[in-house]
């Protein structure tokens, strides 16, 4: 939280000051009604002291004062709003690797299934692209708010080989810029890359691929999915089959996620890739604004003073 006039603050200072003054006259007080009377007899004159409670009215309005002083600082703070209007692209790789089984039924087709139920989840005004890479990057779909289009997309996918996971980045920073909210605005956009592995092909290396999209304001969030127990099977020539371990590589997706502001996660079975698209839906459904809060605070405080002030003036039949 930051203030717009912090000197205010020092106001609070007095708060102390006001509680050590009213403990002073609270017992001078008490010596004072000692003189004309027995505090011992009292119990027989009045059917019930409000002993620690008479105290609540001015702890509430002490709490109020304090709000009123903070308001008059001028708080702000980051707080997360709804988007109305954002642009997200999800690129998955279909390369061969992408076929192991190790997450179930295979990585691809979880992928597929959990990248369609986070997109479900996204605001509907949210336009959706897809691209798919293995030896180049093509555009599924280009970004649109049809969810079921989405939806198709996403199940035509099919494997094949390397992994161009510098061609998919630029394509997807190029499908982004071309969009246009309603007043003719680039709206924000963000990048959902799968992968389980360092680039294999492909005419762009991801260190150039990241520097485009930092110029396009393109956060790509990176999910590397598989175990260290992938396996894809290679047919040979005579019908033999070999069996060729594909273990994930995070160390490009990390990379790619640092260097554009985006997220890095690690997805090595099917519930932990859908807690990761829960999360990503959540990020991606918002975004962080500074707001003022001075209206809270003073509204707050106000409220403390009636509630402090109605205390007095029916609980104990007396002001503060």
Do not use: C
Not at 46 to 71: E, K, N, S, T, Y
Not at 151 to 174: K, M, N, Y
Not at 228 to 242: D, F, T
């Amino acid at each position: 939280m930051s203030f717009e006039w912090p000197p205010a603050l020092a106001l609070l200072l007095l708060l102390p000051l006001l509680v050590a003054a009213y403990v002073v006259h609270h017992r001078g007080r008490t010596r004072y009604a000692a003189r004309w009377g027995t505090p011992a007899l009292l119990p027989n004159l009045v059917d019930r002291a409000p002993r620690r409670l008479r105290h609540v009215p001015l702890v509430v309005l002490f709490v109020a004062l304090a709000a009123m002083i903070v308001g008059v600082a001028r708080p702000h703070a980051t707080v997360r709003v709804k988007r109305e209007e954002a642009t997200v692209l999800v690129a998955i790789d279909t390369s061969r690797s992408m076929g192991a089984k190790d997450v179930q039924p295979t990585r691809l087709a979880a992928a597929k299934h959990a990248a369609s139920e986070f997109v479900e989840r996204l605001p509907k005004k949210y336009r959706v692209g897809i691209v798919s890479f293995g030896s180049r990057a093509v555009v599924a779909l280009p970004p649109t708010e049809t969810r079921s289009l989405v939806a198709s997309a996403l199940a035509a996918l099919r494997p094949g080989e390397g992994t161009a996971i510098g061609d998919a980045v630029v394509l997807a920073a190029r499908l982004g810029q071309r969009q246009r909210t309603s007043e003719g605005k680039v709206p924000p956009m963000s990048l959902l890359l799968i992968s389980d592995g360092a680039r294999d092909g492909g005419r762009t290396a991801p260190q150039a691929a990241a520097r485009r999209a930092r110029r396009a304001h393109l956060p790509v969030f990176t999910v590397l999915i598989g175990t260290q127990n992938g396996v894809v099977q290679h047919a040979l020539p005579g019908g033999l089959q070999e069996s060729i371990r594909v273990p994930p590589s995070p160390t490009t997706l990390q990379q790619l996620a640092r260097a554009t502001g985006g997220k890095f996660y690690a997805a090595p079975s099917t519930d932990k890739l859908k807690d990761v698209y829960e999360e990503l839906g959540s990020r991606l459904g918002s975004r962080k604004q500074e707001r003022e809060l001075t209206d809270l605070f003073a509204g707050g405080s106000a409220v403390l003073l009636l509630i402090s002030g109605g205390l007095s003036a029916f609980w104990f039949r007396r002001l503060v």
